[in-house]
């Protein structure tokens, strides 16, 4: 959608942001929780990409990890309960001009949300969405999700989770127009920044599942890969991220990975005891909808009125 | 059996002057009796005449040939002036065969001697069972006292074109512009404007069908009628409810309109889907109706206010999201083409079941606005209405239109463009330092949205409870004042409506009270008693929340006061109903709980547009209890 002409008064800052100017309030997440990393990855993004605080919106749904947005100075958009893909949609299709993230928990995008997510990979805009997954419900205290391991014991399920937890990686590179599909683990920043900022850097829909510890209610749920740092397996490629020296020590499982081999990246995101971290896929031709849908029309008084007595032609007697 | 010939033509006939005629056109779906009447439609409001036309639908896509369920086609009002509704009982049928007709008997739809045109090809049918049940429904038909002319349609047609089952329609009215004594020229340029997107030699095929039609008629039949048009001095379209609404959207400002596949609301989103990006606009497909409500949400929070167009199941399923635009004060129209329900109920059919959940919809208290036009002319105007009070009010404003209105056809005056009717630009604009994002007013409950892009506006939105910061808020007193907050823009609203017009005298007996599509047949029902020497007026609300101003004042100044809707409600003359449990239809509740009146209602879900004759019985009935 074009805008008008007077809509576009665009004012040029050069003005530098400090971390200070993108952060608000003091989050109310439980010490140790992921999400805490997410927002210092995501702020520290801001930053140093020059994000301007108004020209920036981070729409939620409902979770512990929706609170995101209530934590950043720009815009925000705390939504209801799974919805919070297609109100992104509609800004970003009436606002291109805008750069919008989404934060989505597990319970938002993969259960409530779950139609939304598989048409909002179809869409394919120009999105960046975190899905914050820690496998269980938070807000509503510990109730079994759809990527909880099975038998996980919840409240809902006090004798452990009946089914086996679905993968979001492998459902996203299922999907028509996926063009970006990555995988992050809340206990290693360096590689948390460095995917969250190839992914804003992606145009089109990136989807990035972060693997986060919840304290409060799955301790000890990510442990074994926490503590044994080679069920981590770091994805490199020279089109997509490169390791760090320092990282590379710590890590020492890689994988040569081109993340234009979607059979590949089908096959590695399925793999659980040693789970990838890094960029699983990138197609950078997909189209993006907002773009497809545009009219090419500029908007005046003068088009409107104009196409409007057409059609009122068309219906003169 | 053999039939009567009732076709020879004895003499010249003399072509009777009529003041209004209702004609249906009937067939197998597919048959093309659907556009013969559109066509038939537009010829006489070229014409000069009123019309109201109402489509016949079947319920399935591909009912069975010859049933009672599959007849399709189209029912024209035709009158000397404007017409403001369906009217009562057709005067005359063109028929494709008799099966399509015996529902239109079983349901009354025609009037006792109503001329029957019917095609008479099934009468020789090789089938025993069909040429076997023709003959048995034309002898019941004609013991029943109906007109049955007898007309060999097919055959004629085939002498122009291999394949009569194509084109008959285009014959048929030929017939009919002889009945009515149409211009057969203005017919010609009907055909030319229906087929425009199709070759010349279409239209040419069309034209001679339709001469055809017209020359048998010339020779055949004893009969024609004239209804003098009374042509208005001002340039008028025709248009379906659903156009006028889609019409209303391209108008309005507004520049995307979000939505879900749904009867009876979707054709007018098809339209739209055809014209809107001509004006740098577009229609979204979404994945289903709560993702359509929450893009509309997404896009009116960033940009203009947005539209959602959807029926009754859509609007269930679009609640929760309403309620999260009202708490987040963001603009929204919200369009609910009702239809019977509840549930999937009966998806095609009139009904206003709708007015509870539009008012009351989403949980806890979630003030919204909601209107209904009355007429055709009224989708169009209140689209526009409805977007400025959405973005002058930040609130949702819902419009009930339903599938009678969606459907049917009237002319209308053209309308005159206006630059005012189109949305400002955003503001883009610096937000004042201190200024906060739901400063509400102390007394209005307003406050001014900061939109994304203007600096100093960075702030959250959120369903959750939020205080003048749009910080989330638990707080006793922040709570108590954002819904007083909310709960006061309804009231500002109201203090700029003005009161509804009567219908009529501003005292009397009996005030009959509507809402939406009822209006045309209260109101002629209303204009027959007067003539009749009866005291009834009324008056047709198009905002139902909030109200009009003076509706009170009005009513008290009846001795008795009833609604007429297309809802539920219990007759007080049932066994085990009393006024313990009698449950009123929608607007009498509304009415009666906030002017402490004693509204009376009649209601009825028929699934059928209420008809003047009805009106007129129930008025009667209630003037004498």
Same mark, same amino acid.
């Given at each position: !959608?074009?805008?008008?002409?007077?809509?576009?008064?665009?004012?040029?800052?050069?003005?530098?942001?400090?971390?200070?100017?993108?952060?608000?309030?003091? *989050?109310?997440?439980?010490?140790?929780?992921?999400?805490?990393?997410?927002?210092?990855?995501?702020?520290?993004?801001?930053?140093?990409?020059?994000?301007?605080?108004?020209?920036?919106?981070?729409?939620?749904?409902?979770?512990?990890?929706?609170?995101?947005?209530?934590?950043?100075?720009?815009?925000?958009?705390?939504?209801?309960?799974?919805?919070?893909?297609?109100?992104?949609?509609?800004?970003?299709?009436?606002?291109?001009?805008?750069?919008?993230?989404?934060?989505?928990?597990?319970?938002?995008?993969?259960?409530?949300?779950?139609?939304?997510?598989?048409?909002?990979?179809?869409?394919? !805009?120009?999105?960046?969405?975190?899905?914050?997954?820690?496998?269980?419900?938070?807000?509503?205290?510990?109730?079994?999700?759809?990527?909880?391991?099975?038998?996980?014991?919840?409240?809902?399920?006090?004798?452990?989770?009946?089914?086996?937890?679905?993968?979001?990686?492998?459902?996203?590179?299922?999907?028509?127009?996926?063009?970006?599909?990555?995988?992050?683990?809340?206990?290693?920043?360096?590689?948390?920044?460095?995917?969250?900022?190839?992914?804003?850097?992606?145009?089109?829909?990136?989807?990035?599942?972060?693997?986060?510890?919840?304290?409060?209610?799955?301790?000890?749920?990510?442990? *074994?890969?926490?503590?044994? *740092?080679?069920?981590?397996?770091?994805?490199?490629?020279?089109?997509?991220?490169?390791?760090?020296?320092?990282?590379?020590?710590?890590?020492?499982?890689?994988?040569?990975?081109?993340? !234009?081999? !979607?059979?590949?990246?089908?096959?590695?995101?399925?793999?659980?005891?040693?789970?990838?971290?890094?960029?699983?896929?990138?197609?950078?031709?997909?189209?993006?909808?907002?773009?497809?849908?545009?009219?090419?029309?500029?908007?005046?008084?003068?088009?409107?009125?104009?196409?409007?007595?057409?059609?009122?032609?068309?219906?003169?007697? | 059996?053999?039939?009567?010939?009732?076709?020879?033509?004895?003499?010249?006939?003399?072509?009777?002057?009529?003041?209004?005629?209702?004609?249906? /056109?009937?067939?197998?779906?597919?048959?093309?009796?659907?556009?013969?009447?559109?066509?038939?439609?537009?010829?006489?409001?070229?014409?000069?005449?009123?019309?109201?036309?109402?489509?016949?639908?079947?319920?399935?896509?591909?009912?069975?040939?010859?049933?009672?369920?599959?007849?399709?086609?189209?029912? $024209?009002?035709?009158?000397?002036?404007?017409?403001?509704?369906?009217?009562?009982?057709?005067?005359?049928?063109?028929?494709?065969?008799?099966?399509?007709?015996? %529902?239109?008997?079983?349901?009354?739809?025609?009037?006792?001697?109503?001329? +029957?045109?019917?095609?008479?090809?099934?009468?020789?049918?090789?089938?025993?069972?069909?040429?076997?049940?023709?003959?048995?429904?034309?002898?019941?038909?004609?013991?029943?006292?109906?007109?049955?002319?007898?007309?060999?349609?097919?055959?004629?047609?085939?002498?122009?074109?291999?394949?009569?089952?194509?084109?008959?329609?285009?014959?048929?009215?030929?017939?009919?512009?002889?009945?009515?004594?149409?211009?057969?020229?203005?017919?010609?340029?009907?055909?030319?404007?229906?087929?425009?997107?199709?070759?010349?030699?279409?239209?040419?095929?069309?034209?001679?069908?339709?001469?055809?039609?017209?020359?048998?008629?010339?020779?055949?039949?004893?009969?024609?009628?004239?209804?003098?048009? @009374?042509? @208005?001095?001002?340039?008028?379209?025709?248009?379906?409810?659903?156009?006028?609404?889609?019409?209303? &959207?391209?108008?309005?400002?507004?520049?995307?309109?979000?939505?879900?596949?749904?009867?009876?609301?979707?054709?007018?989103?098809?339209?739209?889907?055809?014209?809107?990006?001509?004006?740098?606009?577009?229609?979204?497909?979404?994945?289903?109706?709560?993702?359509?409500?929450?893009?509309?949400?997404?896009?009116?929070?960033?940009?203009?206010?947005?539209? @959602? +167009?959807?029926?009754?199941? %859509?609007?269930?399923?679009?609640?929760? #999201? /309403?309620?999260?635009?009202?708490?987040?004060?963001?603009?929204?129209?919200?369009?609910?083409?009702?239809? %019977?329900?509840?549930?999937?109920?009966?998806?095609?059919? /009139?009904?206003?079941?709708?007015?509870?959940? #539009?008012?009351?919809?989403?949980?806890?208290?979630?003030?919204? &606005?909601?209107?209904?036009?009355?007429?055709?002319?009224?989708?169009?105007?209140?689209?526009?209405?409805?977007?400025?009070?959405?973005?002058?009010?930040?609130?949702?404003?819902? &419009?009930?239109?339903?599938?009678?209105?969606?459907?049917?056809?009237?002319?209308?005056?053209?309308?005159?463009?206006?630059?005012?009717?189109?949305?400002?630009? /955003?503001?883009?604009?610096?937000?004042?330092?201190?200024?906060?994002?739901?400063?509400?007013?102390?007394?209005?409950?307003?406050?001014?949205?900061?939109?994304?892009?203007?600096?100093?506006?960075?702030?959250?939105?959120? %369903?959750?409870?939020?205080?003048?910061?749009?910080?989330?808020?638990?707080?006793?007193?922040?709570?108590?004042?954002?819904?007083?907050?909310?709960?006061?823009?309804?009231?500002?609203?109201?203090?700029?409506? @003005?009161?509804?017009?009567?219908?009529?005298?501003?005292?009397?007996?009996?005030?009959?009270?509507?809402?939406?599509?009822?209006?045309?047949? +209260?109101?002629?029902?209303?204009?027959?008693?007067?003539?009749?020497?009866?005291?009834?007026? #009324?008056?047709?609300?198009?905002?139902?929340?909030?109200?009009?101003?003076?509706?009170?004042?009005?009513?008290?100044?009846?001795?008795?006061?009833?609604?007429?809707?297309?809802?539920?409600?219990?007759?007080?003359?049932?066994? +085990? $109903?009393?006024?313990?449990?009698?449950?009123?239809?929608?607007?009498?509740?509304?009415?009666?709980?906030?002017?402490?009146?004693?509204?009376?209602?009649?209601?009825?879900?028929?699934?059928?547009?209420?008809?003047?004759?009805?009106?007129?019985?129930?008025?009667?009935?209630?003037?004498?209890?």
């Amino acid at each position: !959608m074009k805008s008008s002409a007077t809509d576009c008064l665009l004012k040029l800052y050069d003005e530098q942001h400090g971390l200070e100017d993108y952060q608000s309030g003091v *989050p109310r997440w439980c010490t140790g929780c992921g999400d805490n990393a997410i927002l210092a990855a995501v702020q520290r993004l801001c930053r140093d990409e020059g994000l301007r605080p108004e020209k920036t919106v981070f729409v939620s749904g409902i979770g512990c990890s929706s609170r995101f947005p209530h934590y950043m100075k720009t815009y925000g958009f705390h939504g209801i309960h799974g919805r919070a893909l297609p109100v992104a949609e509609g800004i970003k299709m009436v606002r291109p001009d805008l750069t919008v993230f989404v934060n989505t928990g597990d319970g938002d995008c993969c259960s409530i949300g779950a139609a939304h997510w598989i048409h909002a990979i179809r869409y394919n !805009m120009n999105l960046t969405v975190f899905l914050h997954d820690n496998q269980i419900y938070g807000l509503t205290k510990k109730q079994a999700s759809p990527t909880s391991p099975i038998g996980t014991k919840s409240n809902t399920t006090p004798r452990g989770s009946y089914l086996d937890a679905l993968n979001p990686l492998t459902i996203t590179l299922g999907v028509a127009n996926a063009s970006f599909v990555a995988q992050a683990v809340d206990w290693i920043p360096e590689s948390l920044f460095d995917i969250v900022k190839a992914a804003y850097h992606h145009q089109g829909l990136s989807f990035v599942r972060i693997l986060q510890r919840c304290p409060e209610w799955l301790p000890k749920s990510l442990d *074994p890969w926490m503590q044994d *740092p080679d069920r981590i397996q770091l994805l490199h490629h020279e089109n997509a991220l490169h390791l760090s020296p320092g990282l590379a020590k710590v890590y020492k499982n890689h994988l040569v990975h081109d993340p !234009m081999d !979607m059979n590949r990246a089908r096959e590695i995101s399925g793999h659980e005891d040693i789970i990838p971290v890094g960029i699983l896929y990138q197609n950078r031709e997909i189209p993006r909808y907002e773009e497809t849908r545009q009219t090419g029309v500029l908007r005046t008084t003068e088009t409107v009125r104009k196409g409007f007595e057409a059609e009122l032609d068309k219906y003169s007697v | 059996m053999t039939a009567k010939n009732p076709m020879k033509k004895s003499g010249k006939s003399a072509t009777l002057t009529l003041k209004e005629h209702i004609v249906e /056109i009937i067939s197998d779906s597919g048959e093309g009796a659907q556009r013969c009447g559109q066509s038939l439609g537009s010829i006489a409001a070229r014409m000069g005449n009123g019309i109201w036309t109402t489509e016949i639908i079947p319920a399935e896509i591909r009912p069975p040939a010859r049933s009672v369920a599959g007849a399709s086609g189209n029912r $024209i009002r035709i009158g000397s002036s404007y017409i403001t509704n369906g009217g009562d009982q057709t005067d005359l049928v063109v028929a494709f065969n008799e099966q399509v007709l015996l %529902g239109r008997v079983r349901d009354r739809e025609l009037k006792p001697g109503c001329i +029957i045109i019917l095609e008479s090809m099934w009468r020789k049918h090789p089938d025993l069972n069909i040429s076997t049940a023709y003959s048995e429904t034309y002898d019941r038909l004609v013991a029943a006292g109906y007109n049955v002319r007898e007309t060999p349609m097919e055959q004629e047609c085939q002498l122009l074109n291999a394949d009569p089952k194509r084109g008959k329609n285009m014959f048929a009215l030929g017939m009919l512009c002889y009945i009515y004594s149409f211009d057969l020229q203005m017919a010609r340029e009907q055909i030319a404007l229906t087929f425009g997107k199709k070759a010349q030699s279409v239209i040419d095929a069309n034209v001679k069908l339709l001469e055809a039609g017209h020359k048998w008629a010339v020779a055949n039949l004893d009969f024609s009628f004239s209804i003098p048009a @009374t042509p @208005t001095q001002q340039p008028q379209i025709v248009t379906n409810g659903n156009t006028a609404l889609a019409l209303g &959207v391209m108008a309005s400002g507004m520049e995307l309109c979000s939505m879900y596949p749904i009867t009876p609301a979707t054709s007018a989103s098809h339209y739209l889907s055809d014209v809107f990006e001509k004006v740098g606009g577009i229609v979204h497909q979404a994945e289903d109706e709560i993702a359509a409500c929450a893009f509309a949400i997404g896009a009116s929070y960033a940009s203009k206010c947005t539209i @959602t +167009i959807t029926s009754g199941p %859509g609007y269930s399923l679009k609640q929760e #999201a /309403i309620g999260l635009a009202v708490m987040a004060e963001i603009p929204l129209v919200v369009v609910n083409v009702q239809r %019977g329900g509840p549930s999937t109920g009966q998806p095609t059919k /009139i009904e206003q079941g709708d007015l509870m959940c #539009a008012i009351f919809g989403s949980h806890g208290d979630a003030p919204k &606005v909601v209107m209904a036009p009355a007429t055709i002319e009224d989708c169009f105007y209140s689209i526009i209405t409805a977007r400025k009070i959405a973005e002058a009010f930040n609130m949702v404003v819902v &419009v009930l239109s339903d599938a009678s209105l969606s459907s049917s056809q009237q002319p209308f005056n053209r309308p005159q463009f206006n630059e005012s009717w189109l949305a400002p630009p /955003i503001d883009q604009s610096p937000v004042p330092e201190g200024a906060r994002p739901y400063d509400w007013d102390a007394t209005t409950g307003l406050a001014r949205r900061f939109i994304p892009g203007q600096p100093g506006g960075m702030h959250t939105v959120t %369903g959750l409870a939020h205080d003048r910061d749009s910080h989330v808020a638990y707080d006793p007193d922040i709570n108590q004042e954002s819904l007083r907050a909310r709960s006061l823009k309804l009231a500002a609203l109201q203090k700029t409506l @003005t009161a509804p017009e009567v219908h009529g005298e501003a005292k009397g007996d009996l005030l009959l009270i509507g809402w939406g599509s009822t209006k045309g047949a +209260i109101d002629e029902a209303v204009d027959a008693l007067r003539a009749e020497g009866e005291k009834v007026s #009324a008056i047709n609300l198009r905002f139902l929340q909030p109200m009009q101003p003076g509706i009170k004042e009005i009513m008290q100044r009846f001795k008795k006061v009833m609604t007429i809707e297309i809802n539920w409600s219990d007759n007080p003359d049932e066994e +085990i $109903i009393d006024e313990a449990n009698r449950r009123y239809s929608s607007l009498a509740i509304l009415l009666r709980s906030r002017y402490l009146v004693d509204v009376d209602c009649w209601s009825e879900v028929r699934g059928q547009p209420v008809k003047p004759s009805t009106i007129r019985r129930i008025a009667l009935a209630k003037l004498k209890k």
